[in-house]
């Protein structure tokens, strides 16, 4: 009864914008129940109570029907147990742990989180060969949902049967790994094996703390492995160790026909390279990975502060000066993160770095801030400078970090593992309604000498508009040839290995659910700041008007999505696609084979 009230409080939404061709509109309702349209409560079709309890026998009693906790609020907006909803909102491992949550609630004109009907809540393999064979025999919406932390809203879909994987987050380390079929074939290596609804938190602290090593990962605690890795996935550190998907040595799924195949460069290569940044929920139900892992360098650390200048020419001369001072000092492994300009001449530095103690990563950044303090009278530094370093292995150790002021938070609710942190700074991310999120990849040629002119005035423009930030981790030039070459062995748009940086510029408001009185989204703002963000991005566009992105960060809207996330890879994608999923039953918003369904993915198109 609260779900139905639920899904009829977000059924009142506008509709989704359409960006499909006119030509490939949704056909009326092709029959329900037949492979070019999936059933939903109510239609004859929808399984018995009689099939839904043998699925629940085959999955050991994990089947759960899904309520919201949202549902408390339809029923009774102003109580304090919807109160007490929504201060949760803001907790993410509180909304890892609902099955009928996702970790953004929504988006402005785009989607809003529903809850499935029902859910599997698995803790094997055969769980989930389970929950694919129903869907297929059955003609559901089937959804895949690790750490729930997809902008793009594809780890939730009304009327849909959840593959929910939190429960499955094994991990086990190797000294000495050799893939499935690689016998012979390639040299043994030390790795990690982790099942597929791990968050990179638990892996950090496998990882890292307990074992000494690192792998790449992302760098939100509570993203998980398994949506990260499959859509190429960056962290912190790529600049030195590349693409977490790069990573990837091989991976168990369950595809389409129920069938549980190893995936790694001997056995399957072809999905192994679809599933290595072609999109989580598109390919198969993944239920393991094993990841490479590399020897730990000896520190990491960070550099922080915000600048303001004091006109629009100062500020002008200060991009310029980060532009150059970036290109000839950071532009290298040894950094990452990012760099943001904001309206009101505000720049943001929050860069981290591997590989330099103390007195090397100061040495570095001595002759940018002595440039500043030669211009007292335009140059503010409203915080910072800090710049730490500190031994590697316990960069992610909770307890470490929870000595460091102001730099995690824990999860507050009773009885919860003191293990449970995360960022300070992804504490607005929990529970967020997205109101705009654009990205382009910029190519290393812009920090030539003659093009950063360009750049910098581009950059000024775009902060007139709307902050952007530089997020230097997440292009590949400049690391070092092997990540590179790793890279490009994914199915990632290649212009990653050329970019510096990707550009983001994004808004969101705190939590709030469409029809819920006092918890409304606020769509004014939220359509103006889109627009702030697409006139702040259209003055990059017109340095570079076909860049790509890559899927998980990036515009709902994008109408070129294809070339935009894979470029000339996706042919072959689409490929792979045909031969583990031909008739489309992981269908996700803007992945591979989505042109063939309709938005909801309940009806096949009928040309596409
Ligand atoms: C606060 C925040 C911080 C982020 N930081 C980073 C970052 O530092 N670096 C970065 O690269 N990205 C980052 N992202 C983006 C994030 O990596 C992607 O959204 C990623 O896909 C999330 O994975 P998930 O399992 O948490 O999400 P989910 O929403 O559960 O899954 C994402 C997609 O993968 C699919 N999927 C999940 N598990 C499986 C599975 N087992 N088998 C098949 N498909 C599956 C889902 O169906 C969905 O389509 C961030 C996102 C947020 C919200």
């Keep these: 009864m609260n779900r139905r009230r639920l899904l009829r409080a977000g059924a009142a939404l506008p509709l989704?914008?359409?960006?499909?061709?006119?030509?490939?509109?949704?056909?009326?309702?092709?029959?329900?129940?037949?492979?070019?349209?999936?059933?939903?409560?109510?239609?004859?079709?929808?399984?018995?109570?009689?099939?839904?309890?043998?699925?629940?026998?085959?999955?050991?009693?994990?089947?759960?029907?899904?309520?919201?906790?949202?549902?408390?609020?339809?029923?009774?907006?102003?109580?304090?147990?919807?109160?007490?909803?929504?201060?949760?909102?803001?907790?993410?491992?509180?909304?890892?742990?609902?099955?009928?949550?996702?970790?953004?609630?929504?988006?402005?004109?785009?989607?809003?989180?529903?809850?499935?009907?029902?859910?599997?809540?698995?803790?094997?393999?055969?769980?989930?060969?389970?929950?694919?064979?129903?869907?297929?025999?059955?003609?559901?919406?089937?959804?895949?949902?690790?750490?729930?932390?997809?902008?793009?809203?594809?780890?939730?879909?009304?009327?849909?049967?959840?593959?929910?994987?939190?429960?499955?987050?094994?991990?086990?380390?190797?000294?000495?790994?050799?893939?499935?079929?690689?016998?012979?074939?390639?040299?043994?290596?030390?790795?990690?094996t982790v099942e597929a609804g791990a968050i990179w938190g638990q892996v950090y602290d496998a990882v890292t703390t307990q074992a000494g090593r690192y792998v790449q990962g992302g760098g939100c605690l509570t993203v998980g492995v398994a949506g990260l890795i499959q859509s190429g996935g960056f962290g912190s550190f790529s600049k030195t160790y590349g693409m977490a998907a790069a990573s990837l040595l091989e991976a168990e799924i369950v595809t389409a026909d129920g069938a549980v195949r190893i995936a790694n460069a001997c056995t399957h290569a072809d999905l192994f390279w679809a599933i290595k940044g072609g999109g989580g929920g598109s390919f198969g139900a993944v239920t393991?990975?094993?990841?490479?892992?590399?020897?730990?360098?000896?520190?990491?650390?960070?550099?922080?502060t915000t600048i303001e200048a004091a006109s629009d020419d100062a500020f002008r001369r200060l991009i310029g000066q980060v532009i150059t001072f970036y290109s000839e000092a950071l532009f290298n492994p040894h950094w990452g993160e990012q760099i943001a300009f904001r309206p009101g001449n505000v720049l943001d530095i929050a860069m981290v770095f591997q590989g330099l103690d103390q007195q090397q990563a100061e040495a570095t950044w001595r002759p940018f801030f002595d440039w500043l303090a030669a211009s007292p009278q335009d140059f503010r530094i409203a915080s910072g400078p800090t710049v730490l370093a500190a031994p590697a292995r316990p960069f992610?150790?909770?307890?470490?970090?929870?000595?460091?002021?102001?730099?995690?938070?824990?999860?507050?609710?009773?009885?919860?593992?003191?293990?449970?942190?995360?960022?300070?700074?992804?504490?607005?991310?929990?529970?967020?309604?997205?109101?705009?999120?654009?990205?382009?990849?910029?190519?290393?040629?812009?920090?030539?000498?003659?093009?950063?002119q360009s750049l910098g005035d581009a950059l000024f423009a775009a902060s007139r508009h709307w902050s952007v930030s530089l997020h230097t981790n997440k292009g590949l030039a400049g690391a070092p040839a092997d990540a590179i070459a790793a890279a490009r062995e994914t199915a990632t748009h290649p212009a990653v290995l050329d970019a510096f940086a990707l550009l983001i510029s994004a808004a969101e408001g705190p939590p709030a659910y469409p029809g819920l009185p006092g918890h409304e989204p606020d769509r004014t703002t939220a359509h103006n700041q889109a627009k702030a963000i697409d006139s702040a991005m259209q003055e990059v566009r017109k340095l570079l008007p076909n860049t790509g992105s890559y899927l998980a960060e990036s515009d709902f809207f994008a109408a070129a999505w294809r070339d935009a996330f894979w470029g000339p890879n996706y042919a072959r994608l689409l490929a792979v696609k045909d031969t583990y999923d031909p008739d489309g039953l992981f269908v996700v918003h803007h992945g591979v084979g989505s042109e063939r369904w309709s938005d909801d993915g309940f009806t096949r198109l009928e040309r596409c």
């Design 396 to 452: 992610w150790d909770p307890e470490f970090l929870a000595q460091v002021p102001g730099l995690v938070l824990a999860d507050d609710r009773p009885g919860a593992p003191e293990t449970n942190v995360f960022w300070a700074s992804n504490l607005e991310e929990a529970g967020q309604v997205l109101h705009g999120y654009q990205s382009a990849w910029l190519p290393a040629a812009l920090l030539q000498e003659n093009r950063q």
């Design 288 to 304: 393991k990975l094993t990841l490479q892992t590399h020897d730990l360098p000896e520190f990491f650390g960070a550099v922080f």
């Design 16 to 192: 989704i914008p359409d960006s499909w061709p006119s030509w490939s509109r949704p056909v009326p309702a092709a029959a329900a129940g037949s492979a070019s349209s999936r059933v939903r409560p109510g239609d004859p079709e929808w399984p018995s109570a009689a099939s839904w309890d043998q699925l629940n026998r085959d999955v050991g009693g994990r089947l759960i029907r899904v309520e919201s906790p949202l549902a408390a609020c339809i029923e009774a907006p102003e109580s304090a147990t919807c109160a007490h909803v929504f201060d949760s909102l803001q907790n993410p491992y509180y909304l890892g742990d609902e099955v009928g949550l996702t970790q953004t609630l929504g988006w402005v004109d785009a989607w809003t989180s529903r809850p499935s009907v029902y859910a599997v809540a698995a803790r094997t393999t055969d769980d989930v060969v389970a929950a694919v064979n129903f869907a297929r025999e059955h003609h559901l919406r089937l959804v895949v949902k690790g750490g729930g932390h997809s902008y793009q809203g594809t780890s939730n879909a009304a009327d849909s049967l959840l593959i929910w994987t939190r429960r499955m987050n094994a991990i086990t380390v190797h000294d000495a790994f050799v893939g499935t079929g690689c016998e012979g074939q390639s040299a043994p290596q030390p790795a990690v």
